[in-house]
């Protein structure tokens, strides 16, 4: 694993347990949603790296067949977020501008809003390359069944010994890695033996 500033790139996990044959899908139980939550999370973590490369795999392909539209919408939602944090971090300069020139000011307005108007099919295109991969990110999690490769690793490589990507990512939302890991108590000894044997077990048998 490549590390940087005590952040550990995930394993790219294999075809055939992603998605192929050893792969095993069902519907999450809706009445349970604990349960589904947590299977989304380990999912989550266990499948990250191949996750971040769906999602650049498909934002390429969207990317692709509307680059103008994606180019675009790519700039005006850019620039919309720029104006809008210059904007909350100078709100005095921004006010006083607005009471000096009210005329360029409700100009600008309405430049904006038509600007926006006017790109709103490249806008659209533009979140749909991101919210395509995501959909289909949780849809694959959602419905993933863990094996046991999978429910042993994730305590392996996430139990308080590595900081991932996803796991950075899970934490700034609010889901503590150590919420859905709590069930299993390793310590580090015993962490390296078991990814020790579990690297020794084979693929059919995980």
């Given at each position: 694993?490549?590390?940087?500033?005590?952040?550990?790139?995930?394993?790219?996990?294999s075809?055939?347990?992603?998605?192929?044959?050893?792969?095993?899908?069902?519907?999450?139980?809706?009445?349970?949603?604990?349960?589904?939550?947590?299977?989304?999370?380990?999912?989550?973590?266990?499948?990250?790296?191949?996750?971040?490369?769906?999602?650049?795999?498909?934002f390429a392909?969207?990317?692709?067949?509307?680059?103008?539209?994606?180019?675009?919408?790519?700039?005006?939602?850019?620039?919309?977020f720029?104006?809008?944090?210059?904007l909350?971090?100078?709100?005095?300069?921004?006010?006083?501008?607005?009471?000096?020139?009210?005329?360029?000011?409700?100009?600008g307005?309405?430049?904006?809003?038509?600007?926006?108007?006017?790109?709103?099919?490249?806008?659209?295109?533009?979140?749909?390359?991101?919210?395509?991969?995501?959909?289909?990110?949780?849809?694959?999690?959602?419905?993933?069944?863990?094996?046991?490769?999978?429910?042993l690793?994730?305590?392996?490589?996430?139990?308080?010994?590595k900081?991932?990507?996803?796991?950075?990512?899970?934490?700034?939302?609010?889901?503590?890695?150590?919420?859905?890991?709590?069930?299993?108590?390793?310590?580090?000894?015993?962490?390296?033996?078991?990814?020790d044997?579990?690297?020794?077990?084979?693929?059919?048998?995980?």
């Amino acid at each position: 694993m490549a590390e940087a500033e005590g952040v550990s790139v995930s394993p790219l996990r294999s075809l055939d347990d992603f998605l192929m044959e050893s792969a095993r899908f069902q519907v999450p139980n809706l009445k349970d949603p604990e349960k589904w939550a947590n299977r989304v999370l380990q999912n989550l973590l266990y499948y990250q790296t191949n996750y971040f490369l769906t999602c650049l795999a498909i934002f390429a392909v969207v990317g692709v067949i509307h680059p103008t539209k994606m180019f675009c919408g790519m700039t005006a939602v850019g620039l919309a977020f720029g104006l809008f944090y210059y904007l909350t971090n100078n709100k005095m300069p921004a006010a006083q501008f607005k009471k000096n020139h009210p005329v360029l000011s409700l100009l600008g307005v309405v430049l904006a809003a038509y600007f926006m108007v006017y790109l709103l099919g490249s806008v659209l295109v533009f979140l749909m390359g991101i919210l395509l991969p995501i959909t289909v990110i949780f849809l694959h999690a959602s419905m993933r069944l863990r094996n046991l490769k999978n429910k042993l690793m994730n305590k392996v490589e996430y139990l308080g010994m590595k900081r991932t990507p996803m796991g950075v990512i899970l934490e700034a939302l609010g889901l503590e890695q150590d919420f859905f890991m709590s069930k299993v108590n390793i310590d580090s000894g015993s962490a390296k033996l078991l990814e020790d044997f579990m690297s020794k077990v084979p693929s059919h048998l995980k």
